[in-house]
């Protein structure tokens, strides 16, 4: 997994004129069944793959937080909610509330979330491959492929499954 990690935002990059194209193609005509196949390699691709051998996601990138996520992770901790915004997130150039610092916080040493069961919802739709409407978040997806090894899997047999 070392390995693929290390080499996963080179091949992301090798291929992103051409799934800049597909993707293209794919907005403008999204086949009619494209939710369902997406829906059918996210399940694929995840039956094989297990986020703890990786959470590249965790160590590299850092999720929003929406004012529920707030409120519900910072109940968990027994925080108030401007108590936790203060110790752990800072305000972005969006003015979206994210991470202070990556790798996550809540990241232990054997890749297991400590606040998993009330995680951001961000982090619960990761990579979002199996999204509804997937055709308006390829720009999302796009950056995911040199993150996640699975989104990469899921788009490269995606172009294989689907009409060029």
């Known amino acids: 997994m070392d390995e693929l990690l290390k080499s996963l935002p080179q091949l992301a990059k090798d291929k992103n004129k051409e799934n ?36 590249n996601c965790c160590k590299t990138t850092g999720p929003l937080f929406t004012n529920a996520d707030i409120e519900r992770i910072a109940k968990f901790l027994k925080m108030k909610p401007q108590q936790f915004v203060e110790k752990y997130l800072r305000v972005d150039e969006d003015k979206d509330h994210v991470l202070q610092q990556v790798p996550c916080t809540f990241l232990d040493s054997d890749n297991y979330c400590l606040i998993y069961e009330v995680r951001p919802k961000a982090c619960r739709e990761y990579p979002h491959t199996d999204r509804k409407n997937f055709h308006q978040i390829t720009n999302l997806t796009l950056k995911n492929t040199a993150i996640c090894p699975a989104a990469f899997r899921i788009v490269e047999e995606m172009k294989k499954r689907l009409p060029k």
Do not use: Y
């Not at 059918?40 to 691709?45: G, K, T, V």
């Open 20 to 55: 800049k194209k597909f993707f293209a193609r794919l907005k403008k005509r999204p086949p009619k069944h494209l939710d369902r196949l997406m829906q059918e390699l996210h399940d694929e691709e995840f039956e094989r793959t297990d986020c703890l051998d990786c959470a």
